[in-house]
Each structure stands twice: as C-alpha cells, then as structure tokens.
C-alpha cells in the first residue's frame, strides 16, 4: 500500500511568512501533484512535477519533487490570507489512481 | 472553462437503502474516477472507469458498489446498501490522459 504523509498537518502563521509543506513516502512515484481544497468544493489542481529533482514555481508557490521521487515540498514565500486552505498532494503510479497524501490545512491570519 | 458536476451537492439516506451519485464529466474526457473523503480524512481512491468498463477499483469498491456510464455524458456512483460508515464526500474526476484529474465539487452523502 502506498502512503503520503504530509507534514504539518497543521499550520497558521502571519501574513508575509515564509513556510514548506512536506509530502513524504516509501513509494516511489511516476507524477506527484499538489492540489488545494476549499470547504464544499473538489481538489483544485495547482500544479504536476514528473521528474525527479524538478522545482516548478506559480508566482508565490515554489514545489520541488525529490530526486528519488519519493518526496515532494511546497513553499510558499510571503503568505497572504488568500492562501488560508487545505493543501494536498497526490502520487501518481502506474495504474490510473492517485494516492492523496493526508493533507495540510493552513491559516494565514492578516 | 469546462467543469464536472456532479448531483446532489447533499444526500441523506437511511442505512440499507440505495443511492446513486450522479456525475457529468468534461464531454471530450475518456477516463473517470471517483474518490471519497470520510471527515477529516484523506482523499481516498475508489474506482476508475474507461471504455465502459472498471479499469482499476480499491478495497474500499466492494460487491455494494458500482459505476456506470448509461449515455455518453452521466457517470454514476451506485452504492445498493448503504452503511453508516459510507456517509463522506464523494467527488468525481475525469480526464484525458496524461492530463491532470478535474474533480467535481463532490456530493455530500449522510447515511442515517
């Protein structure tokens, strides 16, 4: 069975903080996406790394897929309120399902 | 943009009866999901559907439940004898492949 621990599950710090968001595994995996949810709502895709050792940026949002591919981190530079929600990363394999990791949940306070 | 559906936003029903969760996928996607998520749990992988048939199903999807696919645009979630450990949010996906899952905003399922 393939498990994503995600740490921390929980965070809440002042807008203008830096802060990292880990997703670790055993597993190795062929895709690692990172997604955000709001109350009520779907995973909103935010971004899909596929190579080891790749860093992809989206204005404040920093993710990096370890060189083994068994890891991955988010960083968010200079938090706003607007990036309060729950983060999750998802593994991809070989079959067609993801493997959801067990969620950050972030609370940016102005 | 186009955008999965899915009906009810809220369903409640009694422990033994039947439910059917409804989905419309983005119309050119090929491959279907659905995944649930137990309060203040994960995400959790259920099945996936492609060329009218299962192409994948966890331990979760056992003999109670089944999809299908009756028309070229709904993708159902059939659950034939519910339990109180099935209420959760259950959200559909789809995609084309090697293309990121778009999830619908879930159907929230309250087994009494």
């Known amino acids: 069975t393939q498990l994503l621990e995600q740490s921390p599950q929980f965070l809440s710090i002042q807008e203008g903080e830096n802060l990292t968001v880990y997703c670790n595994s055993s597993?190795?995996?062929?895709?690692l996406q990172w997604y955000r949810q709001e109350p009520g709502e779907g995973p909103v895709l935010l971004v899909t790394?596929?190579?080891?050792?790749e860093v992809k940026k989206l204005k404040r949002l920093t993710f990096q897929f370890g060189d083994a591919r068994k890891d991955s981190s988010l960083h968010i530079t200079a938090a706003q309120p607007g990036d309060t929600g729950l983060y999750l990363c998802?593994?991809?394999?070989?079959?067609?399902?993801?493997?959801f990791g067990t969620g950050t949940r972030l609370a940016v306070r102005p | 943009e186009p955008e999965v559906t899915q009906t009810p936003s809220h369903q409640v029903t009694q422990m033994g009866q039947e439910v059917i969760l409804r989905c419309v996928p983005i119309?050119?996607?090929?491959?279907f999901y659905w995944y649930r998520q137990i309060l203040g749990q994960k995400v959790e992988f259920l099945v996936s559907?492609?060329?009218?048939?299962?192409?994948?199903k966890s331990e979760i999807f056992d003999d109670q439940f089944s999809v299908e696919r009756p028309d070229g645009s709904n993708f159902t979630l059939k659950i034939r004898s519910t339990k109180l450990e099935d209420s959760a949010m259950y959200f559909c996906?789809?995609?084309?492949?090697?293309?990121?899952?778009?999830f619908g905003n879930g159907t929230r399922l309250t087994v009494t």
């Open positions: 998802a593994g991809g394999s070989s079959g067609d399902k993801l493997t």
């Open positions: 790394v596929v190579t080891g050792g």
């Open positions: 996906a789809s995609t084309l492949r090697y293309s990121p899952l778009h």
């Open positions: 119309s050119n996607h090929l491959y």
């Open positions: 597993s190795v995996f062929s895709s």
């Open positions: 559907f492609y060329n009218n048939e299962i192409s994948e």
